[in-house]
C-alpha cells in the first residue's frame, strides 16, 4: 500500500542531531498525486470510521489532516505546543528523550458525542500521539483512530498505544 509515496521518503542521515537517519516527507507535500495518495489513505481510513472531528498534531499533522476534514465536512481540531493556543486550554505533558513537553487543546474543541481520529505524520516513540489522545479524552470524546504516514517500528511507539486503533501504511 502506497508503494510510490513510500519511496519518494527520503532518508536525511544526522538530522536534526548526529546518529538520526531523519525521514523526510517534503517529497510527498511537493508532488500533487503523492500527496493526494497519501490523503486518500488518510480520508478513506476517517471515513471508514465514522469520525465527528480530525484532530491534528502540529505540526505536520496539519498538513494531512486538514484536507481530509475539508473532504469528509469534518471540523479540524489543532493539538499544538504549549502557550500556542488563544483560547481557555487542556494539557497533557509527556516525556521527551530528555525532558518534557506538552501538548494543549482548547478545552471546548471536542465533546462527549465526538468520534476523533487524530492524524499526525509520522510514530515514532509514541508519547506525543498517546498525549494527544489523552488530552481528547479529557475534553470526554472517544478516540476511535491514531493515523499516522510513518511508522518507525524499531521505536516500539505501538506499545504505548495499545487499546487505540492504529493505522500507519508506511513502516520502517
Same mark, same amino acid.
Request: glycine content about 8%.
Given at each position: 500500500? +502506497?508503494?510510490?509515496?513510500?519511496?519518494?521518503?527520503?532518508?536525511?542521515?544526522? &538530522?536534526?542531531?548526529? @546518529?538520526? /537517519?531523519?525521514?523526510?516527507? !517534503?517529497?510527498? /507535500?511537493?508532488?500533487?498525486?503523492? &500527496?493526494? *495518495?497519501?490523503?486518500?489513505?488518510?480520508?478513506?481510513?476517517?471515513?471508514?470510521?465514522?469520525? !465527528?472531528?480530525?484532530? =491534528?498534531? %502540529?505540526?505536520?499533522?496539519? /498538513?494531512?489532516?486538514?484536507?481530509?476534514? $475539508?473532504?469528509?465536512?469534518? @471540523?479540524?481540531?489543532?493539538?499544538?505546543?504549549?502557550?500556542? +493556543?488563544?483560547?481557555?486550554?487542556? %494539557? *497533557?505533558?509527556?516525556?521527551?528523550?530528555?525532558?518534557?513537553? !506538552?501538548? *494543549?487543546?482548547?478545552?471546548?474543541?471536542? @465533546?462527549?458525542?465526538?468520534?476523533?481520529?487524530?492524524?499526525?505524520?509520522?510514530?515514532? !516513540?509514541?508519547?506525543?500521539?498517546?498525549?494527544?489522545? $489523552?488530552? =481528547?479524552?479529557?475534553?470526554?470524546?472517544?478516540?476511535?483512530?491514531?493515523?499516522?504516514?510513518?511508522?518507525?517500528? &524499531?521505536?516500539? @511507539?505501538?506499545?504505548?498505544?495499545?487499546?487505540?486503533?492504529? &493505522?500507519?501504511?508506511? =513502516?520502517?
Amino acid at each position: 500500500m +502506497l508503494e510510490s509515496v513510500r519511496s519518494a521518503i527520503r532518508d536525511v542521515p544526522d &538530522f536534526p542531531k548526529p @546518529g538520526i /537517519l531523519f525521514k523526510d516527507i !517534503t517529497p510527498i /507535500l511537493n508532488d500533487p498525486a503523492l &500527496f493526494r *495518495e497519501a490523503v486518500a489513505a488518510f480520508t478513506a481510513r476517517v471515513r471508514e470510521k465514522k469520525a !465527528t472531528k480530525v484532530a =491534528v498534531i %502540529e505540526s505536520r499533522g496539519f /498538513l494531512f489532516g486538514a484536507p481530509v476534514a $475539508h473532504a469528509l465536512g469534518l @471540523g479540524l481540531v489543532p493539538i499544538r505546543k504549549k502557550g500556542k +493556543l488563544p483560547y481557555r486550554t487542556l %494539557e *497533557e505533558s509527556y516525556a521527551l528523550e530528555y525532558g518534557t513537553a !506538552t501538548l *494543549e487543546i482548547h478545552e471546548d474543541a471536542v @465533546g462527549r458525542n465526538d468520534r476523533v481520529v487524530i492524524i499526525d505524520d509520522l510514530l515514532a !516513540t509514541g508519547g506525543t500521539a498517546l498525549a494527544a489522545a $489523552h488530552l =481528547v479524552e479529557k475534553c470526554g470524546a472517544t478516540v476511535v483512530d491514531l493515523e499516522f504516514l510513518v511508522e518507525l517500528s &524499531f521505536l516500539d @511507539g505501538r506499545t504505548k498505544l495499545t487499546g487505540y486503533d492504529l &493505522f500507519a501504511p508506511v =513502516v520502517y
